[in-house]
Structures are given as structure tokens and as C-alpha cells.
DNA sequence: TTATGGCGATTTTTT
DNA sequence: ATCGCCATAA
């Protein structure tokens, strides 16, 4: 074999691969190439990154490795590259033939994909379902969190952790928190829980435990403090045999670091590692990162270090920065070339974030068509601007030109969605607002989950205080006061404690009604022990057994919804007994649900303006955007004007605000707002300045006599607003509820009248918020999707 | 043990 | 404006 024909061969090879990936551009293409060894990928904003990601798996899947010259020789002949080149060129290539050229594939338990976001990884899976065929291959795609938890149900024992260890959410560590200042008598204000979490936070992404932040900050009296909290609050923690999230990543770090067995393990498991969002990466999850792959080198980390805007939160863009030193041999792969916006939102973008300094430079470009200009619109007032909002979205959809999904408007904190809602709620504009309250913070919700943690780990104290008296079973918080103590003095458990209760003079009182409830919960575990009934059952035997139901009903006013939740919950519950089947376990679901977000059930397909913050809007995209609020003071906000670290931050955070926009970017800001209660004029935003002035088509809204509060706003008409965006609410997020009785209803088949569609059929129908979704099908028309209550539709009797 | 009233702070938060 | 916190009252 000559060297001509091996070189013949290879690039034949390439070819063919090439062609299975026809449509990427060639950065893409080399990132779907380079298969082993480190790579780092910057992927600005719209680059098809995901696309490549999931060709990149593809192929390391088919093809596996490039050869290595001396392997050639021993199989192909003469004619074997012949015919390959025949069939090639006339298009017959068989899948046998393509496998024959595969070099080592490799397989796809031996992929590690990891996400920020539950959705993303979901979305991960689901591309790459399409490459797959036996479900135990599958490449591993998970959060940072879910990979860890999973690791430490697995080998948590060897570092102390019992299999059951519960997770605890914010809310939870918030009140252990809350707990350890009143035990170590520090004061709130002068030290706010929020800031001890964060610290602590900190402390544990630096991978310090509570003894070795003690040493670190000995001469800072305020840090000390902290680290008593730290102490006690970790002491509490391993009572409860319990973790915080931050908890998940260090153990599994300290894990890897004490066990070189386990580490090994996953080393070989895991052959091959994909970040991404690397730019959002803190310390110890780099740190877990680099362990895993510290064997194979094969990590190919993905990011875009103008979009890290979570840095606040612990994010290390020095992670992303010097990758390349760490890996000396690493590949850098840029992807620059924009499929998602047109010219003009990505010389805007470009515009803004050239103000920044610390950047890795990367300059975004996009064969799209210049578009429409970047409307810059001045509203009087945050009400105006709300109205000016809803009734833009309304002329567009009612004109028939675009669906309600086609917009989104993203505002930088959770408070000015209120505004925003009211004016959709008046103009009959579906929308939706993802983020702010979650599912799984409900009360009723959390009450339930703490029944099912308490069953799966009666150590669970923070999830046993919250139900000992929910329903109501007259044990007080003096109660529970008496308890706390005797459990600092002996260090018994606190379940033996309740449960023994008559053994203490302090309870004598209240032992009866302490065991009453140790009873129902030992009833509970007993019902689980040997999966004698499943999850489902547990949960209706707890509701049975508690008559929370009633207690409910009895309680609060909003019941109805509150049950609604209940049910919801039991739902899915047995959805996840459907996907697991017999692997089904009470701590496995209770996981799933600790890491499980809003965010993650958010459907792109639902008929209704999409409403967020714009960090909940990092990687989705939206035809339309508006930004409200691009002022001084809210956008940049605030507290980051001074610092100009923080600012750059901020327009790290209006460069992603502005690349979500496909067609259409609307920024809007105000001549006077309400900002903590307080009306202030505020500049218009410095991001929105310096995007070039020919790019841009201003509007304003001037000289329009203000509405005299009393005779639009009053007092009944607010809350009978309040009371709409409630309904709204549960509407779309339970998704059942009573039609308004003000509309004419419509049900699927009838036929109706438009004025300008004419007579049509209708094909679905849909709640949104308090009016219905109608899609009809106007014959030559089309099919048009309309709004029950402003399509001035008639029925006709057929 | 639970209900009210004044006071202060007030981003963003993929898990 | 609004939420959460603490103190005081019932």
C-alpha cells in the first residue's frame, strides 16, 4: 500500500463523513471532527452550538477516532477503495460500508454530557435519541447536580452519607440558617441569612469545610461569625442527613479525592466529557470536571464568555479564560457565524459588548438579512409601557401575522413583571411568566414533599418541623423548642425523641400527641418497607391518613387551587413511576423533584406571550423581544453603576437580552417610573446608547394627558384585576378551571363566522389565561388561531 | 399560641 | 409598593 492510496483513503473517509454532517459550516464541522484530547469551543450566541454538540456525539458514535496511519494498511486493498469512491460519488453507499470506516466507535455509555439546566439536558437526549438505538448505551447527559447526586447515592457511604440523604432547597437551608443565628444569638440585621449563605456558598465552592474557613478568616470578626454559623450549620446538616446543593459537588469532589477507587471508576466510565455552558462553571465544579477527566483528557468544554452572567452567583469566568493552560494541547474552535438574528440585532449586540474590556474576543457575524431597525420607544410611565407592550403584541397577532409565541418580553428584575401582567390581563393578551414561583414551592406541595422526606429519612428535621404541626395537631413551637434542646443535650435522635416523649418531664404533656404522630409516620414506613405499595399509594394513603385535604379546605379561601396543586403532584408522581418502572424509588423521585425547576416544563409550543427575566432567557430565542426597563437604575441596575466590574457584567446580561431576538428587538424605557415606591426619572440606559444611532428608530410618547387615577385605576378596579390575574394564573399553570361566562363558548366542529376570515371550522380549542385559544380553519383562509373573546366570532347553526 | 402594626430593605439565581 | 421581620397585644 502506497502512501498515495492511504492519503486517498483518508480523505476519501473525510469526505464521506463530511458529507453525513453536510450541513454545517466548516468551524462547526471541525468542531464535530475533533473527537479526542481537549477542546475548547467558544460559541457565541446563535452559532448552532447545540447543533454541533449533538453532531459532535453523532459522530464520535459512528466513526469514533481518526486513524492512525499504520492501522490502514492492514485491511484496505485496491479495490476496497474503488468501490467505496464508486459508491460515493453515485450516491449508493450502504450503512455497512459507512460502519466499516468507523475506527473504534465509541460507545455511548462512555459519553458524559453535562448541563446547567435539567431542559437542557432533556433537550441533549432527545437530539441525540434520534442516533440511538439500545436505551442502556445511552450517553449520559445530566446537570452538574443530578451527575453528583447520583455518584453520591451510589458511594456516598464511603464518606458518612447514608443512600437516603435528603436534598434541601434554598428555602430549606434558609431556615436551618435562620436557626443557627438565634442559637448563636447573632443578630439579622447586622448579619442578613442571605449573606451567610452566600459565604457559606462560597466556602464550600472553594471546597473549604467549616474548620478550614475558621482558620482562613480568624481575623476577620465578621467572617468568624459566619463560621460559627458554618459550623452549626453543618453539624445540623449531618443530623438530618441532609445536603445543600453546594454540598452535592464538594462531597463528590471529597469523595473523589479520598476514594482513588471510586475516581478511577468514573474516569474509565466516563471516557469522554462534554461541558457546556462552561462559562457558568464555579470552582469546585471545575474542580469536579477536571478530576473525571484527568485520566483520558477527552473533555471538550463548550461556552461563550460574553454570555456569563452569573458570576454573582459563583460563576468563575476564569474557568473558561484559562482552559487552555490547564490543557496544554487544547484545540480552539470559534464559532462566530450567527444563523438566529438578522444583521442589524447583531451589529446592535456587537455594538454593546465591545464596551467591555475582559474578553476573550470574539466578534459575531451572520449572512441574514439586515431586517427591521432596533425600535427604541420612551412610554411615559412603567404603565405606559406595559399598555404600549400589550397592545403592539395585540395589533401583530390580531393583523394575523404572528402567533402570541412569537414574542417575548425580557426585564431584568422579577418586580416589573406585575405591571407588565395587568396590562395583558386589559388588553385579553395570553401571556405567561416563567420563573419567579416555582411548583415545588408551593406550600401545599412542600407539606407533601416533607411527608414523603420524613418517610424516606425520619432524620430529616427540617422537613419533620414543617409537618409535626400541619394539619394542626396543637404542637407548638414551645413544643418544638423543648425538643430542640433535649436533642442538644443528649444528641438523641429527634424522631426517638418524639417518640419516647413521655421519658421527658417537659413533655409529659404533649407526649400523647407527639407519639400519635411518630405512629402515623412509623405507620407510613412500615407501609414502604419491602415496596409493599407504591409511591402513588404512599401519597394517597398520606393524604387519607393526615386529612390534610380537609384541613385545607378549613384553612385558607384559596383551597380550590391548592387541592388542584395536590393532585397535580399526584400526577407526577405517577409519571415518574411510569418512566422508571420497577426502579422506581421514593428517594429517587424525591431527587428528581429537589432538582427539578419550572424552567424544565417550560413548553415553546404554548399560544401565549412569553414573560421572564432575561437570565431565565439565556438560550432560547424568540422572534420578537421586548426589553422594558432599559434605564439607569433598573438596566444597568441600581447597585451596579459604581462598580465597573458589575457593569460589565450587566452588559454581559443586555448582550444576551439583545441575541435572543430573532426579527425583531424593542427596547423600552420610561420618562418617570415607580422604583421602590418611590417615582424617579431615570436616563435612558447607557446599553441602549451605545447601539449605533443608524441602526435605531426612536419613538416616544409625549404631551398624552395623563389618566386621572380615580376614574381608570380605582380601588375596586385593581382588585377586581388582581382577582383576573389570579384566575389567569391558575389557569395556565393547572391548565383546568371554569370558562368566564362572558364569552360565547365554542367547542370543536362548530362552524363560525369572522369578518374578515369568513366561515370556517373550528379545530381546537385551548384555555389560555381567562379567555379561550381557538384555532379555525377558514378553508382558503387558512388555518388562523384567534382569541375566543376578541375575534368578534359568530356561530352559525349548521 | 395566634393576630396585627410599624419598620427597613429592596437585583439577577440554570441547581 | 411590597414583603418579611420583630414586637406587642389578645
Keep these: 500500500m502506497t502512501e498515495r492510496k492511504k492519503e486517498k483513503f483518508l480523505s476519501l473517509r473525510k469526505k464521506i463523513i463530511e458529507n453525513d454532517f453536510k450541513k454545517m459550516n466548516p468551524m462547526q464541522m471541525k468542531a464535530i471532527m475533533c473527537v479526542k484530547g481537549p477542546l475548547l469551543v467558544l460559541a457565541g450566541a446563535g452559532s448552532g452550538k447545540t447543533t454541533a454538540i449533538v453532531n459532535r456525539i453523532a459522530n464520535m458514535m459512528r466513526y469514533g477516532e481518526a486513524y492512525h496511519s499504520e492501522e490502514i494498511s492492514s485491511f484496505i486493498t485496491e479495490d476496497y477503495v474503488k468501490k467505496l469512491e464508486l459508491d460515493y460519488v453515485n450516491g449508493e453507499l450502504s ?95 447586622a448579619l442578613p441569612y442571605r449573606a451567610i449563605m452566600a459565604e457559606i ?138 444563523y438566529r438574528s438578522t444583521s442589524n ?60 409565541s412569537d414574542f417575548a418580553v425580557l426585564y431584568r428584575m422579577n418586580s416589573q413583571s406585575n405591571i407588565l401582567e395587568r396590562a395583558f390581563v386589559r388588553s385579553g393578551v395570553p401571556y405567561r411568566i416563567v420563573g419567579g414561583f416555582r411548583f415545588y414551592e408551593r406550600k401545599e406541595i412542600k407539606d407533601m414533599i416533607a411527608y414523603l422526606s420524613v418517610i424516606n429519612n425520619p432524620k430529616d428535621e427540617v422537613r419533620l418541623r414543617r409537618i409535626i404541626n400541619r394539619p394542626k395537631r396543637a404542637i407548638g413551637e414551645k413544643t418544638i423548642l423543648r425538643v430542640m434542646d433535649i436533642l442538644q443535650e443528649t444528641g438523641r435522635d429527634l424522631f426517638d425523641i418524639l417518640k419516647n416523649a413521655s421519658e421527658y418531664a417537659q413533655l409529659q404533656r404533649v407526649s400523647a400527641k407527639l407519639s400519635t404522630f411518630t405512629g402515623l409516620i412509623d405507620y407510613f414506613i412500615e407501609k414502604c418497607e419491602g415496596q409493599q405499595i407504591t409511591i402513588s399509594e404512599l401519597y394517597q394513603l398520606i393524604l387519607k391518613k393526615t386529612d390534610y385535604i380537609n384541613a385545607l379546605t378549613a384553612e385558607c379561601d384559596d383551597s380550590e387551587s391548592r387541592i388542584q396543586n395536590i393532585n397535580e403532584l399526584a400526577t407526577n408522581i405517577k409519571i415518574y413511576e411510569k418512566e422508571y418502572q420497577e426502579k422506581a424509588t421514593l428517594s429517587g423521585f424525591l431527587e428528581e423533584v429537589a432538582l427539578m425547576t419550572d424552567m424544565d416544563e417550560y413548553d415553546l409550543n404554548e399560544q401565549a406571550v412569553t414573560l421572564m427575566t432575561i437570565h431565565a432567557a439565556k438560550g432560547l430565542e424568540f422572534p420578537i423581544v421586548f426589553l422594558p426597563g432599559m434605564e439607569e437604575g433598573v438596566f444597568p441596575g441600581g447597585q451596579m453603576i459604581s462598580r465597573p466590574s458589575d457593569i460589565e457584567e450587566e452588559r454581559r446580561l443586555a448582550y444576551v437580552a439583545i441575541t435572543r431576538a430573532k426579527e425583531q428587538l424593542c427596547i423600552v424605557n420610561t420618562e418617570s417610573r415607580m422604583l421602590f415606591g418611590i417615582i424617579s426619572h431615570n436616563k435612558p440606559s447607557r446599553f441602549s446608547m451605545e447601539i449605533p444611532k443608524n441602526l435605531a428608530e426612536f419613538s416616544a410618547v409625549r404631551n398624552i394627558k395623563k389618566l386621572e387615577r380615580g376614574e381608570c385605576f380605582s380601588k375596586t378596579y385593581f382588585e377586581e384585576k388582581l382577582r383576573l390575574i389570579e384566575s389567569a394564573r391558575s389557569f395556565t399553570q393547572v391548565g383546568g378551571g371554569n370558562a368566564p361566562e362572558c364569552f360565547i363558548s365554542f367547542n370543536i366542529g362548530d362552524s363560525v363566522a369572522h369578518k374578515v376570515f369568513g366561515t370556517g371550522k373550528v379545530l381546537s380549542t385551548r384555555q389560555v389565561g381567562n379567555d379561550f385559544l381557538l384555532e379555525i380553519n377558514f378553508g382558503q383562509m387558512g388555518t388562523k388561531r384567534l382569541m375566543s373573546s376578541f375575534s368578534n366570532l359568530e356561530k352559525i347553526n349548521s
Design 95 to 189: 450503512e455497512e460500508e459507512k460502519i466499516n470506516l468507523s475506527v473504534n466507535p465509541i460507545e455511548p455509555s462512555k459519553i458524559l454530557a453535562i448541563t446547567f439546566t435539567n431542559k437542557a439536558a432533556g433537550e441533549l437526549k432527545s437530539r441525540l435519541g434520534k442516533f440511538l438505538e439500545k436505551d442502556e448505551q445511552k450517553v449520559k447527559a445530566g446537570t452538574f447536580h443530578a451527575i453528583c447526586a447520583q455518584i453520591l447515592r451510589q458511594f456516598g457511604e464511603k464518606i458518612g452519607y447514608s443512600k437516603h440523604f435528603s436534598l434541601y432547597d434554598a428555602d430549606d437551608v434558609r431556615g436551618i440558617i435562620k436557626d443557627c443565628q438565634k442559637a448563636l444569638n447573632i443578630d439579622g440585621k
Design 201 to 338: 456558598s462560597r466556602a464550600k465552592d472553594q471546597m473549604m469545610n467549616y474548620k478550614e474557613y475558621e482558620n482562613a478568616v480568624s481575623n476577620d470578626f465578621k467572617k468568624a461569625e459566619i463560621a460559627k454559623v458554618y459550623k452549626l450549620y453543618q453539624e445540623k446538616m449531618h443530623e438530618a442527613g441532609s445536603m445543600d446543593f453546594d454540598d452535592l459537588l464538594m462531597n463528590t469532589v471529597l469523595l473523589f479525592r479520598k476514594c482513588q477507587d471510586v475516581l478511577e471508576y468514573y474516569q474509565d466510565k466516563f471516557e469522554y466529557i462534554l461541558v457546556d455552558e462552561y462559562q457558568d462553571t464555579n470552582t469546585v465544579q471545575c474542580e469536579f470536571i477536571n478530576l473525571l477527566a484527568q485520566k483520558h483528557k477527552n473533555l471538550c468544554v463548550v461556552g461563550d464568555d460574553d454570555q456569563s452572567i452569573y458570576r454573582f452567583r459563583g460563576a468563575n469566568i476564569e474557568n473558561i479564560l484559562n482552559f487552555e493552560q490547564i490543557y496544554p494541547s487544547t484545540k480552539v474552535i470559534r464559532l462566530e457565524q450567527n
Design 345 to 404: 440585532i447583531i451589529k446592535a449586540a456587537n455594538a454593546v459588548i465591545e464596551n467591555n474590556t475582559s474578553r476573550k474576543g470574539k466578534k459575531l457575524w451572520t449572512d441574514n438579512k439586515p431586517g427591521c431597525k432596533i425600535k427604541v420607544h420612551t412610554a411615559r410611565d412603567e404603565i405606559d409601557e406595559a399598555k404600549y407592550i400589550a397592545d403592539r403584541i395585540f395589533e401583530s397577532v390580531s393583523s394575523g401575522k404572528k402567533n402570541y
